[in-house]
């Protein structure tokens, strides 16, 4: 009894092995995975990195760009506002300046320092100064923080919806060759219809086949343009644009 569980597994585990090795060897046209080894991965990486140099440039980060930079000018504004608490005050002795001068010959004393100055610090500045000094510094850091998270956060996600276009690209061209073939042997199935050599029903079940693959080509047409767009919202430009831009720069 175990034995024949082992032959059936090993039998099931051939007939797998040569369904996988039907699909990506489809008389001898390209597969997916064949289209994806044909890109050198060196030209990938180039490609990808100037999509994410481009999606760098969007608004949400050139926002957060500029909030940073309104933390930092807050800071140094903070910094410069010991100055709008400090006052400075002078007091001078007219009356013995004069007599100090010879510009008053009576014998009244003279009164030294012939004038005062004073500079003044009210006590609360001692504390508030240094809190609104700190909190203009973690705004700053906050700001930072921010900014780079939502850098990364750009970078996943325009590598994730160009691996998404990629992968629509594939399904298309495996789609369009499932369907010409369909259609290839639709045309010939409607040809031995017209002379009698099949039943309407064979006809019938060629029509269908066909129609259906015909609607996946259809249906992956229009994920792959949804998916092109999705990618030139973040980047900012065409796609073809980029492309031929990553290109130049290879050279």
């Known amino acids: 009894m175990k034995s024949t569980s082992i032959v059936s597994c090993v039998l099931l585990f051939s007939a797998l092995s040569t369904a996988v090795n039907a699909q990506v060897k489809v008389a001898g046209k390209t597969t997916p995975q064949a289209a994806s080894a044909a890109v050198p991965a060196n030209t990938q990486n180039n490609i990808q990195e100037k999509l994410v140099e481009l999606a760098m440039n969007n608004p949400r980060l050139k926002a957060a760009r500029l909030e940073r930079d309104k933390t930092v ?14 006052t400075v005050g002078a007091n001078l002795n007219e009356v013995s300046l ?19 100055v004073g500079i003044s610090v009210p006590l609360g500045s001692l504390i508030s100064k240094p809190n609104d000094v700190k909190i203009a510094r973690k705004n700053v850091e906050l700001a930072t923080q921010q900014q780079e998270l939502l850098s990364r956060n750009v970078r996943a996600v ?6 998404n276009y990629l992968l629509k690209k594939e399904l298309l061209t495996l789609q369009n060759e499932i369907t010409e ?9 409607e040809q031995k219809f017209s002379t009698g050599g099949i039943t309407y029903d064979e006809y019938s079940i060629s029509s269908k086949r066909y129609n259906a693959e ?7 047409e229009t994920d792959l343009s949804q998916a092109k767009l999705d990618l030139e919202e973040i980047i900012g430009i065409k796609l073809e644009e980029a492309l031929l831009a990553a290109s130049a720069e290879r050279r």
Request: hydrophobic letters at 35%; aromatic letters at 18%; charged letters at 20%.
């Open 158 to 163: 325009v590598l994730s919806k160009y691996q």
């Open 73 to 86: 000018y807050e800071l140094n504004k903070a910094n410069a506002n010991w100055l709008n608490y400090v």
């Open 98 to 116: 004069r007599m100090y001068k010879g510009e008053n010959n009576n014998t009244q004393n003279l009164y030294y320092p012939l004038w005062n």
């Open 181 to 189: 073939d369909d259609y290839a042997a639709f045309s010939q199935a």
């Open 214 to 220: 015909l609607v996946k080509k259809i249906t992956l």
